[in-house]
Nanobody, 126 residues
Framework: QEQLVESGGGMVQAGGSLRLSCAALGRTLSAYAMAWFRQQPGKEREFVAGISTSGGSTIYAGPAKGRFTISRDNAKNTAYLQMNSLKPENTTVYYC???????????????????WGQGTQVTVSV
């Protein structure tokens, strides 16, 4: 059974960094584009970043540009989200996601996602 397991979340002060990891069990990720989403309480889940199968193409939501970096290590069957210069408004639960496609085009749409992780909490204090 396929499972995405996130780790790396936690509490950090504003201006600090965290690296989230997403390890896949039961499926080889190298054939699929991957993404990170986030969801704040009472709000819809929103796209953060996406990466193609090879890692050669990436896409970011506006707030993540320049501070967040998505990457992947297909040999380790793992995707990552490096988050720098964190702000209190980045506080929320972050979800790893596997697309059924290989490219980043349209990855912002949840309809492109076939598997979700359980989420990892990120808390940024002032």
């Amino acid at each position: 059974q396929e499972q995405l397991v996130e780790s790396g979340g936690g509490m950090v002060q504003a201006g600090g960094s965290l690296r989230l990891s997403c390890a896949a069990l039961g499926r080889t990720l190298s054939a699929y584009a991957m993404a990170w989403f986030r969801q704040q309480p009472g709000k819809e889940r929103e796209f953060v970043a996406g990466i193609s199968t090879s890692g050669g193409s990436t896409i970011y939501a506006g707030p993540a540009k320049g501070r967040f970096t998505i990457s992947r290590d297909n040999a380790k069957n793992t995707a990552y989200l490096q988050m720098n210069s964190l702000k209190p408004e980045n506080t929320t639960v972050y979800y790893c996601a596997r697309s059924y496609r290989t490219v980043v085009d349209g990855l912002q749409n949840e309809k492109m996602i076939r598997c979700w992780g359980q989420g990892t909490q990120v808390t940024v204090s002032v």
